[in-house]
């Protein structure tokens, strides 16, 4: 019952944030809504006639399945709200199931199931966002909970089966059988790894990179290894990287998951624990990735402080035993609520300010009229110029070609592109910019709300047809740059 009363709670705070606006806080949920509408017309958004003008996405439809699914059952504009919310909240569950095999206390693992659901990494950045990620975290750690329970027969089935919903689901797989790897390796080196876990570890390794591999194998062998950061344009990879601090990796993780997790760490890491070993594996993992910058800062935060809150159990469990050993014994329940309301302090006060950042930061009523205008006043063959940040809605609500968008794969000189569009924004050369606009086959620019206007606003070939907030301007098709020899 503790269980389903926290689920519901978490259920409930991230709903009430999530409809204080009608729409989402990134446009990479658009191209998902994008998918389903097409899978519900019966069709996939493989080859996308409106992004970059036209190209190929290729990313598992498995996730935009489901939710076409629940749409047959509820509206969708209801089912894109809620479903992915129901999944990211079902993360209380694994959470709580690994929690209790470490510390074997049911309070102590409520509560690490109720801090872990609000670490700042993973609810800011899912409350309101339709993307495969809310799905494929408690995923993670569902799986992690079944391994630990390996080699019981009926959880020897449900490790596979749910492995094989996983690597289909996210690349996030990959993380999960290298921390299985890694573990592998630790239990090898201490002599305490039953048969069945190396068998079943590098099966699971193995049929992962396969699945992978298979599915993304068009990728691989058009971009190499630039595949693993997505093809981000080169200048706005090494931006993402330089903008985190010490302060900003503790604000996304939590004062009291990481302080707690790591000193858990420090002490069980090497001890002959099941659950602890594995824990420190995917700490691992995700601390290397990050360092080598071989996952997004927003993932790799998610799955340090879940797991190192799930290790702060364990710290809370090490301290109760402390406290009663103590002549302050009598009043262990008032420290350790005093403790645990502290804890949740800690990730409560940073949901609040960066949940309140996301919505402030969420396309407006006002962006989405004047989109949905363009709509109607445009033609359809338009091509519109934004920001790639800002590229996915307008293929989604403008439902018109974009120039570029923030899903690089497969786009050819994406970093000539990337650079041409900011140009744009930029240079104060009116033949400069026509010169773009015609390179792309553009009508259209947009500025967005917050962003600097464009200093050829007032010339003669571009002309502003919105001038409110979201700023729009159309290009005169007699503008053209000519070679005079």
Request: aromatic residues 14%; hydrophobic residues 50%; positive net charge.
């Amino acid at each position: 019952m503790g269980v389903i009363a926290v689920f519901l709670l978490i259920l409930a705070i991230r709903l009430f944030a999530a409809f204080q606006t009608p729409y989402y806080s990134s446009d990479e949920s658009y191209l998902h809504i994008r998918a389903v509408e097409n899978l519900l017309e019966g069709k996939l958004l493989w080859n996308d006639p409106l992004g970059y003008g036209g190209r190929t996405l290729i990313m598992s439809p498995l996730f935009d399945a489901i939710l076409a699914l629940c749409s047959l059952i509820m509206p969708i504009s209801l089912a894109l709200k809620i479903i992915p919310n129901i999944f990211a909240s079902l993360l209380v569950i694994p959470a709580f199931l690994i929690s209790y095999r470490i510390t074997k206390t049911t309070w102590i693992s409520l509560s690490s199931a109720l801090l872990a659901s609000l670490v700042p990494a993973f609810f800011s950045n899912t409350f309101n966002q339709t993307i495969p990620l809310t799905l494929a975290i408690p995923t993670f750690f569902f799986l992690a909970y079944a391994w630990l329970r390996v080699p019981e027969k009926p959880w020897v089935i449900i490790f596979l089966s749910l492995l094989l919903f996983f690597v289909f689901l996210h690349p996030l797989s990959i993380i999960f059988v290298l921390a299985i790897g890694v573990y592998i390796i630790f239990t090898a080196l201490e002599q305490n790894a039953t048969t069945a876990e190396y068998e079943l570890g590098l099966f699971s390794i193995f049929f992962a990179l396969w699945a992978q591999f298979l599915l993304y194998k068009k990728l691989i062998l058009f971009h190499g290894l630039s595949v693993i950061w997505q093809n981000i344009p080169k200048e706005l990879l090494s931006g993402f990287y330089s903008q985190i601090t010490m302060w900003g990796a503790i604000w996304q993780i939590g004062i009291a998951p990481l302080t707690g997790g790591t000193f858990a760490l420090y002490k069980t890491a090497f001890k002959k624990q099941k659950e602890t070993q594995l824990l420190f594996s995917i700490t691992l993992v995700s601390i290397i990735m990050l360092w080598f910058k071989l996952i997004d800062l927003k993932t790799g935060f998610m799955l340090l402080g879940i797991t190192l809150t799930l290790l702060f159990a364990q710290r809370t469990s090490y301290f109760v035993k402390f406290i009663l050993e103590t002549k302050i014994a009598k009043y262990c329940p008032v420290i350790m609520t005093i403790l645990l309301i502290s804890a949740l302090s800690t990730v409560v006060y940073p949901d609040y300010i960066d949940t309140k950042k996301q919505l402030e930061n969420t396309i407006t009523q006002e962006e989405v009229s004047v989109l949905m205008d363009l709509r109607n006043e445009t033609n359809q063959n338009a091509t519109i110029i934004a920001p790639p940040e800002y590229g996915n809605y307008i293929t989604a609500l403008e439902q018109r070609k974009n120039v570029i968008d923030d899903y690089y794969l497969l786009s050819p000189e994406v970093n000539e592109r990337y650079k041409d569009v900011m140009r744009l924004y930029k240079t104060s050369f009116e033949t400069e910019a026509v010169e773009l606009f015609d390179k792309y086959s553009a009508t259209h620019l947009i500025v967005p709300p917050g962003m600097k206007d464009i200093k050829y606003s007032d010339s003669r070939c571009f002309k502003r047809i919105h001038a409110t907030n979201i700023r729009v301007y159309e290009k005169d098709p007699n503008c053209r740059v000519k070679v005079v020899t």
